[in-house]
């Protein structure tokens, strides 16, 4: 028989165990901050309709989405978990309450390049606040608090970078500039490809000099959040869409203050623009500070009729997201995850050689008082079975033999301080 080399496909990230149990601490930390705000779970099938996905995706997304065929429906797998909320909320529109808080945490999937840190198959944590109609201003501050929290959770020093698009497209207005979005992807390239990258991607969309002067001059303008809302004020630009884009970055980052986000988390930054074509107004990316080089780590924005090609019921929204797989990969390979480590069980109970309905029963008793216990039954030398419990990181080993049975008492031993002790059953509930 020919042995086949086990091996994943590219792009996609397996862990062992113990890695997988600090990947699920820190998604259980987001969840529950996600609960704490009053959001609610919802889950959405990982293959859509083709047609689904393909109907707001747009651009680079087009070329990234996975397509699979069955019969003659054409099937993709999402690629976010904004695409599919927007179907989501318009198919059961009215048996939702508005504003519709939502999270979801769920994998995604995007034929991207495959590169180190970057992965095809990855998982989101997406919260957003739906309205009908119309939605308040006030939840585009509300939203970055949630994310504050798991960050300083996480014990993360971070920064939004916070822009509003009508502030840039009004801009474009200003200077008879047609194809928004286009230049809108060009400039968000800039931390990729660099200014001249940006400069020559903006020639070959048919931009003079001068205008492309102006646009880098405004992008690059660097000052404290009080300095770029003075800039953007003195620029005198009397397009209505700037001048509302201009009145909602501010009134924004004043409700971000009052959501208890400090003004040193916060960098109103005009180079940000957010790539894809649903963002209409608040646009987030978050970085670490020290660790910029990650790249976002949590980014988002508003959108005033993401549902439009599902229904005709106007459905504004407001939304953050972090990608998790990605985040994981980059605080481990930084040494920047400073949560303890989770153990995977209580305890592990040793039973001596004839002494194993003994350490059955306790065994039970234990998980009668819902306490997550192991048991080791493969025998061998005591030092085997003391270094399957440290290679575990199990805290309490409990052994259990001819003194322990006849002293109606247990053996415990701390597997951190190395000390062992005598117990009573109830000591043990306590204690582990």
Not at 14 to 42: C, R
Not at 125 to 136: P, V
Not at 137 to 166: C, G, W
Not at 317 to 341: A, V
């Amino acid at each position: 028989m020919i042995l086949i080399q086990p091996s994943i496909l590219p792009g996609m990230m397996e862990l062992i165990p113990e890695d997988q149990l600090l990947f699920n601490d820190v998604k259980n930390i987001i969840e529950s901050t996600f609960q704490k705000y009053a959001f609610l779970p919802i889950d959405t099938p990982v293959m859509e309709k083709l047609e689904i996905l393909l109907a707001k995706g747009g651009g680079e997304t087009q070329k990234q989405i996975y397509r699979l065929e069955k019969g003659n429906t054409e099937i993709g797998l999402r690629f976010d978990l904004t695409v599919p909320l927007a179907r989501y909320v318009a198919q059961h529109f009215s048996d939702l309450n508005f504003p519709f808080r939502r999270y979801h945490i769920g994998k995604v999937y995007r034929g991207e390049r495959n590169q180190k840190g970057r992965y095809r198959e990855f998982y989101q944590c997406d919260i957003d606040i739906i309205g009908h109609e119309k939605l308040s201003i006030y939840n585009d501050a509300e939203i970055p608090s949630v994310m504050a929290e798991i960050f300083r959770k996480l014990q993360l020093d971070f920064t939004f970078h916070y822009n509003n698009r009508k502030v840039m497209n009004g801009l474009f207005k200003s200077l008879d500039l047609d194809d928004f979005t286009a230049i809108l992807r060009i400039i968000d390239k800039i931390n990729k490809i660099g200014e001249e990258g940006v400069r020559e991607e903006l020639e070959k969309v048919d931009l003079d000099q001068n205008t492309i002067d102006k646009l880098l001059n405004f992008i690059h303008f660097k000052g404290s959040n009080e300095e770029t809302i003075d800039f953007l004020k003195e620029l005198d630009v009397q397009e209505e869409l700037f001048r509302e884009g201009l009145e909602e970055l501010e009134f924004v980052y004043r409700q971000m203050l009052l959501f208890n986000i400090p003004s040193v988390n916060i960098k109103i930054d005009l180079s940000i623009t957010r790539g894809l074509d649903y963002y209409t107004g608040s646009v987030f990316e978050t970085f670490l500070k020290g660790h910029e080089e990650i790249g976002s780590v949590c980014s988002g924005g508003r959108y005033d009729d993401l549902a439009s090609n599902y229904t005709k019921q106007k459905l504004p929204g407001i939304g953050l997201s972090i990608g998790l797989t990605r985040l994981f990969y980059k605080l481990q390979e930084g040494k920047l995850l400073n949560i303890e480590k989770a153990n995977p069980c209580d305890a592990l109970i040793i039973p001596m050689k004839g002494y194993e309905k003994e350490s059955i029963d306790l065994l039970n008793k234990l998980r009668d008082h819902d306490k997550i216990v192991q048991i080791y039954l493969e025998g061998g030398k005591m030092k085997k079975q003391f270094a399957y419990a440290d290679n575990l990181n199990v805290p309490f080993v409990i052994i259990i033999g001819e003194e322990e049975v006849k002293n109606e008492s247990y053996s415990v031993k701390d597997m951190r301080s190395g000390e062992q002790s005598s117990k009573k059953f109830e000591e043990i509930i306590n204690l582990i």
